[in-house]
């Protein structure tokens, strides 16, 4: 079964206003695309053809809430992984130059020390 203009249009829709994070979106409206042109057998209503493929492919539309938090959990934990690495090459190289800067003072203040010899 090919998807008309309308049909189209009410998936998308339809997928819209059910999750939020667009790649999974996506995937779900793949899935669902293929799975009605891969059945033979569909009932006549378009709605309850999409209806059956997310209970019988996903679980209902519980699991694919589900499903799209552990995308979006997924997405943040990466995000969060680059951002902590971003923070953390900022401050190594604040570390870096602060070792510099003290190396610097520790053998300025000691070359002092010991170029004043008391001369008699």
């Known amino acids: 079964m090919n998807l008309n203009?309308?049909?189209?249009r009410l998936l998308r829709r339809y997928l819209n206003n059910t999750m939020q994070y667009r790649e999974t979106q996506q995937e779900v409206y793949d899935h669902i695309v293929s799975a009605l042109e891969s059945r033979k057998q569909l009932p006549e209503d378009f709605g309850e053809a999409v209806t059956?493929?997310?209970?019988e492919d996903f679980g209902g539309q519980a699991k694919l809430a589900k499903l799209e938090k552990t995308a979006r959990w997924s997405a943040t934990k990466s995000l969060m992984k680059r951002?902590?690495?971003?923070?953390g090459s900022y401050f190594a190289?604040?570390?870096?130059?602060?070792?510099?800067i003290c190396i610097?003072?520790?053998y300025w203040l000691l070359s002092k020390k010991w170029c004043q010899r008391d001369v008699v």
């Open 5 to 8: 203009e309308q049909e189209d």
């Open 52 to 55: 059956n493929i997310i209970r």
């Open 83 to 87: 951002q902590i690495r971003l923070v």
């Open 93 to 100: 190289g604040i570390a870096l130059l602060g070792s510099a």
């Open 104 to 106: 610097g003072l520790v």
